[in-house]
């Protein structure tokens, strides 16, 4: 009788492997994308409460919430892209 391996075929497959390290660029772009959008998340909250309150709040908040939030939106999915692309090549 053959002895059992401990090495299973799973074990041998490219798709278990260790995760790739982040570039330092592709860090900085992550950390820009989430602080884009805590900030327009800030600055909607600011926009709605100041405006249940009754009072008018600087247009600066609204520009901040309608451009921040689709451009940390749109880099969080390039980032995603950019993690299968570098996933599939493995």
Do not use: C
């Amino acid at each position: 009788m053959a002895p059992v391996s401990a090495v299973s075929v799973e074990d041998m497959s490219p798709h278990y492997s260790a995760p790739q390290p982040l570039s330092r660029g592709w860090q900085i772009f992550n950390y820009t994308a989430m602080a884009l959008a805590l900030a327009a998340l800030i600055a909607l909250i600011i926009v709605l409460i100041s405006k249940w309150a009754g009072g008018t709040p600087w247009p600066g908040f609204n520009w901040i919430a309608m451009i921040a939030l689709p451009a940390a939106f749109l880099m969080m999915g390039a980032s995603v892209m950019r993690s299968v692309a570098v996933r599939r090549r493995l």
